[in-house]
């Protein structure tokens, strides 16, 4: 039996709740981890009619770091996000390279267990030096 697809908006607001403080994402890169990586405007708008405390749609910028609207308060996104560490000049966010969160690469950034590791020795490199 086939489970029903997960609603566009609730895969957004799901992707959205795991953007670690200090970081941020666009809203391309929101609607490409949903799936529909050409609906950057969709995510916009679920952001803009969210007003759940749980999910932090501050973090989620406009495309080459500009802040984007929050709320029609461009002032209050800019304030949390310096709040969490985000440099921001003007209405962009600064070193968005650095800032920038992808789920893939939260992934990568955690140590794989030590099993996991273990089984990427060479065949008969059984933990000698």
């Known amino acids: 039996m086939r489970r029903a697809p997960e609603p566009f908006s609730a895969r957004v607001l799901s992707i959205v709740r795991r953007i670690p403080s200090g970081r941020v994402a666009t809203y391309g890169d929101v609607a490409a981890l949903a799936g529909r990586p050409r609906a950057a405007r969709a995510v916009g708008n679920i952001m803009k009619g969210c007003g759940r405390p749980d999910v932090p749609c501050h973090r989620v910028i406009a495309a080459g770091g500009r ?12 304030s949390l996000l310096v709040a969490e560490g985000v440099i921001v000049s003007g209405t962009r966010v600064r070193d968005l390279d650095r800032v920038r969160w992808t789920q893939v690469a939260s992934r990568r950034a955690r140590p794989r267990p030590r099993s996991a590791r273990a089984g990427l020795r060479k065949r008969g490199d059984h933990g000698k030096s």
């Open 67 to 78: 802040l984007g609207g929050y709320g029609g308060s461009e002032v209050l996104k800019r």
